[in-house]
């Protein structure tokens, strides 16, 4: 990879600073559903996304799922880039949604850039704010709607990440990432059909108006 694409995703990051991202940093090819971090496990790369979609979620004692934000091209795993090198332990899971190309950078080079590159330390300060915010969004869904709102605010949140209208994640896995059951994610699924926000077909789900059942 040059300079030149990498600043295709990384377009406020100075030349030097790109330089010595490629000449440390491991490019790693990633096929749909690779997890790329575990709870509990210790962190010692920061990891930036060049292409594809990731997830960032929480995993309970029993294997279940809990969906906080995704993480797209040009974007950042937050926890990532402010931990300190071997002593810091992940809470979260990162899994690759689709084909993935992602960029892990030793913890030793993300300390250094912090006082080397004011670019560094503004996309990663910029970094940490965006994540938080999203956060705050999935927390406001939790404690402030409810799960047919979230629902809503979950396929809303797919299409605008992946650009598309159809949803082909099974029911089971919208079940995990609100912290629900399949039958119910499947009636409030047939809800939203009658009521002409989406249409359901045996290997996704279409789209149609969401604006029709929330503001």
Known sequence: MTEKE?????????PELLAEMIRVADVRELPEGTVLMRTG?????ALLVLEGL??????D??????????????????????????????GLMVKAVTNATVLAIP?????AWMGKYKSWAQFSVSSY?????????TIDQIAFRSLDERLVFYLRRYQEKF?????????????QDLNSSREVISRLMKKLSERGAVRLFKSYVEIVDLGTVLP
């Open 107 to 111: 913890l030793q080079q993300v300390d």
């Open 163 to 175: 650009g598309t209208r159809q949803v082909p994640v099974p029911f089971t896995e919208i079940a």
């Open 129 to 137: 704010r965006d994540r938080f915010d999203e956060l705050l969004q």
């Open 61 to 90: 004692e029993e294997g279940n799922e809990f969906l906080m934000y995704y993480l797209d091209s040009g974007k950042a795993c937050a926890v990532s880039l402010v931990c300190e090198l071997g002593k810091e332990q992940s």
């Open 6 to 14: 990498l600043s295709l995703y990384f377009p406020t990051l100075e």
């Open 41 to 45: 496990q210790n962190i010692r790369t």
């Open 54 to 59: 990731v997830k960032v979620y929480r995993e």
